[in-house]
């Protein structure tokens, strides 16, 4: 069975940095690229960025362009979010993803097979 755990979230000041982990297990990792999505209160899931099985190809979204950055390990079959110069509209449920096999790098929710539970992020002074 295919778990995954995200960790790492928490209450920050704007500006201060976090980075999220996401354990992967069940399936072999480095066969499926995988992303973070975040879901504030109210609003629809948003993507936030992928990898590529390798991890050589990322993409982030435009909201978090030049602040986040996503990597991952696939030797410990974990996908890590780093996440810089937060802001208080930063804050939400951040999960991750495991993609859909046919899909090399997906953006949309619905391209990806398995989800963490999620963890929370809040970004406030």
């Known amino acids: 069975q295919v778990q995954l755990v995200e960790s790492g979230g928490g209450l920050v000041q704007p500006g201060a940095s976090l980075r999220l982990s996401c354990a992967a297990s069940?399936?072999?990792?480095?066969?499926?690229?995988m992303g973070w999505f975040r879901q504030a209160p109210g609003k629809e899931r948003e993507f936030v960025a992928a990898?590529?099985?390798?991890?050589?190809?990322?993409y982030v979204g435009d909201s978090v362009k030049g602040r986040f950055t996503i990597s991952r390990d696939n030797a410990k079959n974990t996908v890590y979010l780093q996440m810089n110069s937060l802001k208080a509209e930063d804050t939400a449920v951040y999960y991750c993803?495991?993609?859909?096999?046919?899909?090399?790098?997906?953006?949309?929710?619905?391209?990806?097979?398995?989800w963490g539970r999620g963890t929370q992020v809040t970004v406030s002074s």
């Open positions: 993803a495991s993609a859909n096999p046919q899909y090399r790098m997906p953006t949309v929710g619905g391209m990806y097979d398995y």
């Open positions: 990898i590529s099985r390798s991890g050589i190809s990322t």
């Open positions: 069940g399936r072999t990792f480095s066969n499926y690229a």
